[in-house]
């Protein structure tokens, strides 16, 4: 019989054994890389799926152990601003300030390209999408490899991006060829993005550096339009549950009797325990109250919410506007 080689490299990553290993294996990881292979590792936002970004190769297998459709660009990661420069046409005078305050970090520039790494990787943009990040596993595989590392979100696409090595195992254990466990990453959430191809910067996703910083090192800084209006192009995943934001405590209660009346399963996202008390709450996430707590515990708690647990999910709101960003993207429907 004859296997056509597209298959056959399909069949082959089907079967394929993941090594997981600690910070001790980053020796194997790098080898994994400069041979063609993915390897998941721990960042300061989450975990990312990592490959050579000059491999055209390479990075056609992220996209197919993520399942992530072709026209979605991948960010690239580089150990320095000199790597970062490589990849790049031309930088306006105001990235190199950004770079300076806020690199190494959870800020991805996107900027033109000089057609350096795969045309996949840029999902045929003039644009490449750069970032240094702050974490030391991330760094020495980056710099080991002397490779810039495409390196999008190790989960499986419509899902949240993975802050443990345990959720990276949850979508691609048997897809990819490692994983590096670094325990849980600093952050919890994804780097804002921000595109700096025009005279002022844009943010194109929000995360842990606000406009306001930005603002406050170059002087303007915009908010692209889907970000304000929570409507982003690639579909965000939406637990098998039902959640639903209260915005007021009037809004709770009205949900909580509702949904008794139903006779479903109560859980509520809260700031602490016994936030809110009723014989119908049986599962209490407890979200907590500050940002970086709140940062580090969402897509645990999202991936957690399970129908064998509750029917029906409920959230308060939270002091944080990048929290309530994803919150909002995760929910059935914002009331
Ligand atoms: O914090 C992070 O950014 C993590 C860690 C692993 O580095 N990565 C991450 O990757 O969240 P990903 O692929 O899930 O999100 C990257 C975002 C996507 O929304 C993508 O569309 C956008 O960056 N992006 C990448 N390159 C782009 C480009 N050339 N133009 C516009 N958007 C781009
Ligand atoms: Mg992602």
């Known amino acids: 019989m004859v296997i056509s080689s597209k298959i056959y490299i399909e069949m082959r990553e089907l079967e394929m054994k993941t090594v997981i290993t600690d910070k001790s294996g980053i020796d194997e990881a790098v080898k994994l890389i400069q041979e063609g292979e993915v390897v998941a590792f721990p960042t300061e936002t989450v975990y990312g ?48 300030q950004l770079i300076d305050v806020f690199s190494p970090g959870p800020i991805t520039y996107i900027l033109p390209s000089a057609n350096k790494v795969a045309t996949s990787v840029s999902a045929n943009l003039p644009t490449v999408g750069v970032r240094i990040p702050n974490h030391p596993i991330a760094l020495a595989i980056l710099e080991q490899s002397a490779l810039p590392i495409a390196a999008p979100s190790a989960n499986v696409s419509g899902r949240p991006s993975p802050t443990t090595a345990k959720h990276v195992v949850e979508d691609l254990d048997g897809k990819i060829a490692a994983i590096v466990d670094g325990g849980a990453t600093n952050y919890g959430l994804e780097s804002t993005v921000v595109d700096c191809t025009g005279e002022i910067p844009i943010i194109l996703r929000s995360g842990m550096i606000t406009a306001n910083q930005i603002e406050s090192v170059v002087g303007a800084c915009q908010i692209a339009p889907h970000v304000t209006a929570n409507s982003h192009k690639y579909k965000h995943y939406t637990p098998d549950v039902p959640l639903y934001i209260a915005h007021s405590e009037m809004e709770f209660n009205e ?80 009331k």
Do not use: C, W
């Not at 000059?54 to 996209?63: G, P, R, T, Y």
């Not at 960010?75 to 320095?80: D, E, G, P, T």
């Open 255 to 334: 949900l909580i009797q509702k949904e008794t009346s139903n006779n479903n399963r109560i859980g509520v996202i809260v700031p602490y325990k016994h936030y809110y008390a009723h014989k119908s709450i049986v599962k209490e996430y407890i979200l907590g109250n500050q940002e970086e707590e709140m940062a580090h515990n969402l897509y645990d708690i999202l991936r957690s919410l399970n129908k064998s647990e509750v029917d029906i999910v409920i959230s308060t709101v939270f002091p944080s506007p990048i929290i309530m960003d994803r919150l909002s993207q995760a929910a059935t429907t914002v």
């Open 49 to 96: 799926l990592g490959a050579n970004a000059l491999d055209e190769e390479a990075v056609q297998k992220i996209f197919r152990a993520k399942g992530r459709p072709n026209d979605n660009p991948l960010n690239a990661l580089v150990a320095s601003k000199k790597a970062l420069y490589m990849l790049v046409e031309s930088i306006p005078a105001y990235v190199d």
